[in-house]
């Protein structure tokens, strides 16, 4: 008895325990079954079955930069609901976000400052998605968007985490087949997969259309090519209204006026944005379906033909129109615009479209943002401009204009607070640009007048207010004069080539701090090159070829520590080459003294120069030996190039924006003087015809195999070949011609496969010209004025002829299987495969985090950046 009575009371005691607990529960949610650890901020909330959830899945990452460290089973870390990435619901405590998307990560990295964001390229590299994942019944939110999974298969248990309302796997990486049984998603409302490699999202009829809640759909850069029935698709969807399917080869849709009929009208679209497919104009029967609802169209980058589309003047909610690179044609005139007051940014760019607005016109709209390059505008210059006052970005580049520049252009500039980017280049704009006191300031303007006729004096203001100033290829004849004591320390690039600037170059460089490019090339400039162009110590670009200049260069240079690309050539400069340009400037890729007065040795110091790529000396009355040390260069005893061009990267006054600017340099190639810029990067060469050079050429040369060219023309150069020649496999051009070269042709010059000009005429050489393994393509000019020479191309030899015994072609065992291939075959090639060359080595060049910056200013700004990294990743996503 008295035993039952202490366990009944026992029982009793327990029940009492367990509503206590529950009663608790009810009250305060967060102390919720199961938990141990109480922490500072209550109760640990974290279900065990989401917590080993979450760990299966975080052993299925590579997380090399720890930043999954608060994951973990350690007694302290067991809230899950506290770890990085991870949100419970405040009511169930079951986990319902998980997001270790890129956006995420970049603003938790930022926080934590860690180091190498700038060449981070991936956070995490995913092995596998562990199954247990299923485990997140509550979730809610899924973002994995960046997280590098390497071709691996998106599973298809996703389906199962039926609560999802919002998938993000941008640029994951998932690739083989598309699970049909994300359509069980049927909560979904927002959907991202752009960029990803999956083999067959064209099922997506099997799955989309179930997706019935989804509000917004981006496949980007997925294969729709064999979905001609796209639209229909989308149009199933009935709460869609954010659709982007950017670069994802559409074909143009059947559009019936049954299709028309079908159109569920609880459709709305807002967002439409269809660029870079294979639409025609049909295209605009569907839109016009929406001419109340849409506030974004873009549609670039099809095959649009024909007048501009008359229902785009009935879209009275349009904030965005994108029409650029199309084939339109035709005339705008003011009545095309009329209905479309809300318009805040319109591109026509790359259209044939001629806009014709009466000169008094007054647009209904305040644009942001205009792009209407290669648009025809001319000949007078667009007066409607007049009437918008805050945009940052106008491009009205090669638009036929030609006229006076008005002065309320800049009046209208300096009341454009956001002013970004000006372009007016490539017209044929006349006039002087006056100083007047225009309060125009734009610390990160970037100011492209070049290309036109305007002329008389740089205007000090333009150097005060902007970062960078192109006005090249213009008539330009006076810089800045004394008389305005100038602060131009926002300046980071100038470029005042190609104009007719003249008299001795200005002395006041010290207030130009922050330059970075200065570029007065092919000017008239006469006298010495100022001391205080030493005070221009962040300078990496400096760009005096062609004028008039005289005298030594002055050793204040040497302090222009950062400076990459020094090219003096074409003047009339003289004095011993400077020791210091080997010793002080560790940065310097291109120097370049051509066809100047310079005399004497080359000191050896310039070996130490291992960024060194080209070097040009050309031309000069230089003498003495080649220094044996060349083969210290270490840039060029590398084969191939990691980048294509040579560029600078900087930041405007403001910090966020960023920029490029890719370098130009002349060079003599085969002959011609060429302009490279787009393939600047692969050119590695070594010119020093032309002067008077003697003894051997030393065989340390043939250590620099990343030589692309090589002339050493037109000196005195004794000695023979030596028969190492054969390890510069990247050569293209080898010019030994009019020297007192003796001895016999190596046989292993003829191993050098990519070898496309070659000459060595007019000296000694003797002997039979061996056969190679090639077949000799040569001209008889390449071996003319060698006497003691014979054999094919040049008459063949006489039986008693000494010649020497076959050798061995030499080939490089680590030689490449694409020799054929080699960078001077690039270069020679020139902008025609810079397109492709993009798709392969762009990443090396714009990395994860420039593309994180780009989504981010398009989502935030906008894009404020420079059009060209657009373009480029339009591109790249098209290889994708
Ligand atoms: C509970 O977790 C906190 C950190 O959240 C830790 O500092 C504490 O030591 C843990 N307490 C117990 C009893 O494990
Ligand atoms: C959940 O809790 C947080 C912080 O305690 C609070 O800011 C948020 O509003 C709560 N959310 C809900 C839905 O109650
Ligand atoms: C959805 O899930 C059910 C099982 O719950 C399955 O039978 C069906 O095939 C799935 N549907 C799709 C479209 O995957
Ligand atoms: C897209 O897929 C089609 C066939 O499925 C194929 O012919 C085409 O080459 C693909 N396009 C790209 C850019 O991969
Ligand atoms: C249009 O959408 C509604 C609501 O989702 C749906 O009930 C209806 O069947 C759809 N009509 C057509 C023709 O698809
Ligand atoms: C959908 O498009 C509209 C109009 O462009 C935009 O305002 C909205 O932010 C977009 N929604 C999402 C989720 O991006
Ligand atoms: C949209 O187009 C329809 C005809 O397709 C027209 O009746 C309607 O007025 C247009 N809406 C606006 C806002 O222009
Ligand atoms: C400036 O305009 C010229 C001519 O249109 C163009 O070639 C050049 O790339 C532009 N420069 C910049 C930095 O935008
Ligand atoms: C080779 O270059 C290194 C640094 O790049 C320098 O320290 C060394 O003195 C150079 N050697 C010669 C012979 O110039
Ligand atoms: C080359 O050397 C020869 C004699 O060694 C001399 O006559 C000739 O002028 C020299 N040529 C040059 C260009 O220095």
Redesign the pocket.
Known sequence: MEGDGIRCLNKLFRALIVVVILLQCVVNPSLSLGFNNISSAGVTRCFEREREALLAFKLGLVDDYNLLSSWGREEHKQDCCNWAGIHCSNRTNHVTQLNLGWYYLREADALQQKGQQESLDYYFQGKMMSPKLIELQHLKYLDLSSIDFTGTQLPYFIGSLSNLRHLSLWEASFGGRFPSQVGNLTRLQYLDLRSNHFANV?NMNSWLPHLSSLTYLDLSHN?L??VPDWLEVVNKLPKLTNLTLQGC?LPSPVIHSSTLFNINSSNSFAHVDLGSNQLTSSIFLWLSKYNASLVHLNVSYNQLTGLFPDVIGNMSSLAHLDLSSNQFEGVISESHFSGLSRLRSLSLSSTSLTLNFHSTWVPPFQLDYINLGSCKMGPHFPNWLRTQKSYWRLDISNAGISDILPSWFWERLSHAPKIGYVDLSNNQIRGTITNSQINFVCFSCRLNLSWNQLEGEVPPFLLKASSSLFLSHNKFSGLFSLLFPINASNLRLLDLSSNHLHGELPDYWTHFKNLLVLDLSDNLFLGRIPATMGSLSSIQTLNLNNNGLVGELPSSLKNCTSLMVFDVGENKLSGLIPEWLGVELPNLTILILRSNHFYGSIPSQLCNMGSIQILDFSMNNISGSIPKCLNNLTNLALRGSSSLTISHYYNAASGVLFFIYEDEASLIWKGIMSKYKSTLGLVKSIHLSSNRLTGEIPSEITDLVGLVSLNLSRNNLTGQITPKVGKLQSLDLLDLSNNQIHGIIPTSLFGISGLGKLDLSNNHLSGKIPTGSQLQTYEPSVFAGNPLLCGIPLQTCSPDETTPAEQPVVKNQDEDNDGFITPGFYVTLGLGFVVGFWGVCGSLIFNRSWRYMYFKLLNGLNDWLYVKVASFMQRRM?DE
């Open positions: 064209e294969n090519s064999n080869g098209l």
